[in-house]
């Protein structure tokens, strides 16, 4: 009797796996080669090791990858991970090379809308501009980087993005997958190697919720998935039907909270090797007699009012121990002890904000494409301001 009663809904549970089983059948029939272009951000099948840095992004990809419930984005990687074209080994005209962590690497942009990419068309032709972006890596990662992939090439300029959302914490963060500089007993800077070895098989993110761990699941496995993914986290955005997102969003946004602190310790324990890195970037550079510039990239928070009163709110900070500018100030404060030349982005950032132009991506912390287009537009006034002078 029980199991009559029970017998329409196995009836339709079976027929429901069948019809999905189907469909994901068809799916690769029509595209069979569907899992090999496209890649999740937050998963191992976007990344690779390397005995020197950890992990790069795996090199000679071309695809599409996407990050949680951004759109698909065009990724294009050469042979040492990159997202740029390979690096000639004769420099036939101007080099720059460009360092940073996601928002450089252009975490939900495509390919033609990264900074680099819109920044070598608006110098003209006589201009290489390399993408050196490591995701997940802070200033002295970065120096690691240029030491291993930038320094063995010519080149003219050199210029690091700080983002001062997590780089202060990334620069003393103990290493992982990936190696960091550290401070010896005598204030040098001093490789200290990785304690653990990255594998493809193993998810690196064991911390994320099920429906997120779920969504990075099926990405990886399912065709059928990764073809309606697109119009279905489209339509339940529109429809305002995820309510996760705000909770998994502001856990991130109350986790970072601490930069704009001014009684924090972070500043204290990160000032001292930022600085170092950066004063390592500029000797290596004058060095060889070439141009060394700091890019300052704000957070969303600093430029969003909205957004900026939501983490007063959501965090519960008092504004009277808090500064909006405070990371800012710290590395305008490490540059001007160093003598380096820095471009504060958070004035023009904040004058396209005042004109009603979104530069930031509506669901995480990272830039869309007219923030990328934004930079670049700096970055060329700078570099023409100077080649004048």
Same mark, same amino acid.
């Given at each position: ?9 196995l009836i339709?549970a079976?027929a429901l796996?069948?019809? @999905?089983?189907l469909?994901?059948m068809l799916s ?8 090999a272009s496209?890649?999740n951000?937050n998963s191992?099948n976007?990344y690779?090791s ?6 790069l ?5 071309t695809g599409? $990858?996407?990050s ?10 050469n042979?040492l991970?990159?997202?740029?074209e /390979?690096?000639e +080994? ?5 080099r720059i090379?460009?360092? !940073? ?8 942009v495509?390919?033609?809308d990264?900074l680099?990419e819109?920044?070598?068309?608006r110098l003209?032709n006589?201009t290489e ?5 490591g995701i997940?890596?802070?200033t002295?990662q970065?120096l690691?980087?240029?030491?291993e992939f930038a320094q063995?090439?010519?080149f003219?300029t050199v ?5 001062v !959302? &997590?780089?202060? /914490?990334d620069n @003393?963060?103990v290493p992982?997958?990936?190696? &960091?500089?550290?401070l010896d007993? *005598? !204030?040098?800077l001093?490789?200290?190697p990785?304690t653990?070895?990255?594998?493809? *098989?193993k ?5 994320n919720?099920?429906y997120?761990?779920l969504h990075m ?10 073809s309606?993914?697109?119009?279905l *986290?489209?339509l339940l955005v529109?429809?305002?039907?995820i309510?996760?997102l +705000? ?5 991130s ?5 601490g ?9 204290e324990?990160?000032?001292p090797?930022?600085?170092k890195?950066?004063?390592e970037f500029?000797?290596l550079?004058?060095f060889r007699?070439k141009n060394?510039?700091v890019l ?5 928070e600093?430029?969003?009012d909205t957004?900026?009163k939501n983490?007063?709110?959501i965090?519960?900070?008092r504004? *009277?121990q808090i500064?909006r500018?405070?990371?800012?100030k710290?590395?305008l404060k490490?540059? /001007?002890?160093?003598n380096l030349t820095c471009?504060?982005?958070l004035?023009?950032?904040? /004058?396209?904000? $005042?004109? !009603?132009k ?6 995480d912390?990272h830039?869309n494409?007219?923030g990328h287009?934004?930079? $670049?537009?700096? @970055? $060329?006034?700078?570099i ?6």
């Amino acid at each position: 009797m029980k199991i009559k009663n029970y017998l329409p809904y196995l009836i339709t549970a079976a027929a429901l796996i069948f019809l @999905i089983l189907l469909l994901e059948m068809l799916s690769r029939a029509i595209s069979p080669s569907c899992k090999a272009s496209f890649y999740n951000t937050n998963s191992p099948n976007l990344y690779t090791s390397n005995p020197i840095v950890g992990i790069l992004t795996k090199p000679n990809l071309t695809g599409y $990858a996407n990050s949680y419930l951004e759109s698909n984005f065009f990724v294009k990687t050469n042979s040492l991970g990159f997202r740029d074209e /390979e690096i000639e +080994p004769i420099k036939t005209k101007k080099r720059i090379v460009v360092l !940073g962590d996601s928002m450089l690497w252009g975490w939900a942009v495509d390919q033609p809308d990264l900074l680099t990419e819109v920044l070598e068309h608006r110098l003209m032709n006589n201009t290489e501009v390399i993408n050196l972006g490591g995701i997940g890596t802070g200033t002295t990662q970065q120096l690691m980087y240029f030491k291993e992939f930038a320094q063995k090439h010519e080149f003219d300029t050199v210029i690091v993005a700080f983002f001062v !959302g &997590n780089d202060f /914490e990334d620069n @003393i963060r103990v290493p992982r997958y990936m190696p &960091n500089y550290v401070l010896d007993d *005598s !204030g040098d800077l001093e490789l200290a190697p990785a304690t653990l070895i990255f594998s493809e *098989s193993k998810n690196f993110s064991n911390n994320n919720p099920f429906y997120i761990s779920l969504h990075m699941f099926l990405f990886d496995n399912s065709c059928f998935y990764q073809s309606i993914y697109p119009s279905l *986290s489209a339509l339940l955005v529109s429809k305002k039907m995820i309510s996760f997102l +705000p909770v998994w969003r502001n856990g991130s946004l109350c986790f970072q909270a601490g930069i704009y602190s001014t009684g924090s310790d972070l500043y204290e324990k990160s000032i001292p090797i930022t600085k170092k890195a950066l004063e390592e970037f500029k000797k290596l550079s004058s060095f060889r007699d070439k141009n060394f510039y700091v890019l300052l990239l704000p957070t969303r928070e600093q430029v969003q009012d909205t957004d900026w009163k939501n983490i007063i709110k959501i965090c519960d900070l008092r504004e *009277s121990q808090i500064d909006r500018d405070y990371p800012v100030k710290n590395v305008l404060k490490i540059c /001007e002890e160093l003598n380096l030349t820095c471009l504060d982005l958070l004035p023009a950032f904040r /004058e396209k904000y $005042a004109q !009603g132009k979104i530069i930031y991506s509506n669901l995480d912390i990272h830039l869309n494409k007219e923030g990328h287009a934004l930079i $670049a537009e700096q @970055i $060329a006034n700078l570099i023409l301001n100077s080649t004048e002078k």
